[in-house]
């Protein structure tokens, strides 16, 4: 099968993924037409790398440290087999031989050739994806918890609601432009996996007094230079005012958004200057005046949007499965696999596999283009051919048969998949960080490869329990260190790389940005640091404490003033 | 001008793959060590004249100069680590970039 292999057809596809319809599949292919036009005229010298610029980025194509950069959007997240295939065929055709998996449910191919993008965006047109609006000061690619559909905890699927908001983001004529970029997620459980208190507007699907389902609305949330949790504008927006609301913040956004300095044009300045209640006013006022029927929600085509993610055709099977429990007795690698990366599902006798992209001493979110291929198989014999890519860099398999666990497991292990790690302090959230990125001011990927390999003992993780560390290699945050248990943040300090590590940080409904321990310290110091900070966890933890409620419970200095003693005046860490 | 404190190289992205190039003595090189070194302001501004032109011929992109110090065989390496990492390739996949073929 080639990239261009236009005799696959939908056979396999899950049930539970939005398809195109006429309108979606003419409009991506329209876009890489043009695009294709635009690269022809650029090496052809009819475009300046000025005018081509922001024509490039708006359909997600970078220039990096080494090379282009593709980002292609993963839609909240869902992916199908043929899908992940496709991903697969394209990095082996197109670039070499692997995928970067990102923190926002994207994936970045590392060299393509700036001639080959256009064939690239039509083989992924051909499966129903595409990178537009996965870069530029739009509306980017909205997010959502990775266990959509499919948690226990949930209270609607949110990605009909992720989706209904692509279709009137995507080509927005009014908000293509905005100060900067702008980032939505949306969550649909109790507990929050898709980190909407960090984003622009983060959406948590709530039901009201009167059983409705509706919205809670936090704006101006980000991390970056300047770190901040989002504030609640709204405590109930009920769905059929969901688009007209979210108008109105978008246009008091673009009305009074800075736009004199790229570093404050984010919504989340706007809400920091202003204050949360006079953007309220103005979003209620623009709300209350505006003409509302041009965004009316139209029932028929929500309900038309969500029939694409109804529930796989799960069996009837008793909640707990006798084979699995006899499997986890008889291998014990096994069990560990379950006991970490296994999580409850909503459907009896069905688990959701988390499928870790961070095998010790790896580059946390790569896959190669066979690790891929084996997904996308897992998949279709185990789940429905239905996949997520999770805002952790990891890839979900949703609907698993607890009976299927073993053989999924043996099948992920042939292929360096079944790492059991998940949420320890190994599976790290890393940005691409100096090794990729033109913006970075020092490597992270290096940094998680030395932490992950000295906590290789997968035992002793287990021991330590929940402990979520996130590297970014600039201060932009793409690794998200702002909101990790630990955060390290790669700084230059006087023409060397140096590491500045934040403790506190809580990506949830409990959002925290994390505070600073120390002045920054050596990549080749960062091991020893987070070593010390785990043991001095271990030693003062209660019984069933993680690392974030011990540090909220004993406090910052207590943290601070061990370390201190332990690089002496301080200097070191 | 800024003060002329070290030797420099011109580095610059090729337009049709975006790979990493210096300026040499008859044009573009993929290998830094047959980079043209600048040892005056004189000499680097040529230099950043002759990026320019290439720019504005659509040949190039994200031109700049770099401060390197010569090896005793020759051969420029620049002083930062930034650009080091630009003329190897990621130092966490020693198989890709230019590290990937002996060229650095």
């Not at chain 1, 900067?180 to 983060?202: L, N, P, W, Y």
């Not at chain 1, 009201?208 to 405590?235: C, H, M, S, W």
Request: contains cysteine.
């Amino acid at each position: 099968m080639t990239a261009h292999d236009t005799t696959l057809t939908r056979p396999n596809a899950p049930v539970t993924t939005y398809r195109y319809d006429d309108f979606d599949a003419a409009f991506v292919k329209e876009r890489v037409a043009e695009f294709r036009e635009q690269v022809r005229r650029r090496l052809a010298g009819n475009l300046t790398e000025d005018e081509f610029r922001p024509f490039r980025l708006m359909n997600g194509l970078y220039l990096q440290l080494h090379a282009y950069m593709l980002r292609v959007a993963i839609p909240y997240g869902t992916l199908s087999a043929r899908q992940m295939r496709r991903l697969a065929d394209i990095a082996d055709k197109y670039d070499r031989g692997y995928g970067h998996f990102t923190t926002r449910q994207n994936l970045q191919y590392n060299w393509p050739k700036l001639v080959d993008t256009p064939d690239i965006l039509e083989a992924l047109a051909e499966v129903e994806m595409h990178a537009i609006q996965t870069s530029g000061n739009c509306i980017r690619n909205v997010t959502a918890d990775h266990f959509a559909g499919v948690a226990p905890d949930e209270i609607e699927d949110p990605r009909p609601t992720a989706e209904f908001l692509r279709q009137w983001s995507s080509a927005h004529p009014e908000f293509s432009f905005l100060p900067r970029k702008f980032k939505i997620a949306v969550t649909g459980a109790a507990h929050d996996r898709a980190a909407v208190k960090v984003h622009d507007i983060g959406l948590a699907l709530v039901k009201n007094d009167a059983g409705e389902i509706g919205y809670q609305v936090y704006v101006g949330g980000g991390l970056g230079r300047t770190p901040f949790v989002a504030k609640l504008i709204r405590d109930f927006v009920a769905r059929a005012d969901l688009l007209a609301y979210l108008e109105a913040i978008m246009r008091v956004y673009n009305r009074f958004g800075r736009r004199d300095n790229k570093y404050k044009a984010r919504i989340k300045i706007l809400v920091h200057e202003k204050g949360i209640d006079a953007v309220r006013e103005a979003v209620e006022a623009e709300f209350a005046g505006m003409d509302r029927a041009v965004f009316s929600y139209d029932p028929a085509e929500f309900e038309r949007i969500a029939a694409y993610f109804t529930p796989p055709p799960y069996e009837a099977l008793p909640a707990d499965s006798e084979k699995l429990r006899a499997a986890r007795v008889a291998h014990p690698a096994f069990g560990n696999f379950v006991e970490v990366n296994v999580a409850p599902h909503k459907a009896p006798g069905y688990a959701i596999v988390t499928v870790s992209l961070k095998p010790v001493g790896g580059i946390p979110g790569d896959a190669t283009s066979a690790q891929m291929r084996v997904l996308a198989d897992a998949s279709e014999r185990f789940g429905f051919g239905e996949l997520r890519i999770s805002h952790e860099q990891n890839v979900i398999l949703p609907h698993v048969k607890q009976d299927d666990l073993f053989d999924l497991w043996k099948l992920l292990d042939a292929a360096g998949l079944a790492t059991a790690n998940a949420g320890l302090v190994s599976d790290i959230i890393s940005c691409p960080g100096l090794d990729y990125c033109s913006l970075a001011t020092a490597r992270s990927i290096p940094i998680a490869q030395a932490i992950s390999k000295r906590f290789a003992d997968l035992s002793r993780q287990r021991r330590i329990g929940k402990l979520g560390i996130k590297i970014s290699g600039c201060i932009n945050a793409c690794g998200h260190h702002h909101v990790g248990a630990i955060g390290i943040l790669g700084l230059e300090k006087k023409g060397q790389e140096s590491y500045q590590i934040t403790l506190g940080g809580d990506p949830t409904f409990s959002a925290n940005v994390g505070e600073l321990l120390g002045p920054g310290v050596t990549a080749e110091q960062v091991p020893d640091v987070i070593e010390h900070i785990v043991d001095f966890y271990l030693a003062e933890r209660q019984e069933g404490e993680s690392f974030i409620e011990t540090w909220r419970r004993i406090g910052h200095a207590r943290f601070k003033d061990v370390l201190r003693r332990e690089g002496e005046d301080g200097a070191g860490i | 001008m800024a003060a002329f404190k070290h030797p420099q190289i011109l580095l610059a992205s090729s337009l049709a793959d975006g790979e990493v190039l210096f300026l040499g003595a008859a044009g573009w090189e993929r290998d830094h060590a047959k980079a043209r070194v600048a040892r005056d302001a004189g000499e680097a501004s040529a230099l950043e004249a002759f990026g320019k032109a290439e720019i504005a011929a659509n040949r190039v992109v994200d031109v700049y100069l770099a401060d390197v110090e010569i090896g005793a065989d020759g051969v420029p390496t620049p002083l930062h680590y930034r650009e080091k990492m630009r003329i190897k390739g990621p130092s966490v996949r020693l198989d890709l970039g230019k590290q990937a073929s002996g060229g650095a």
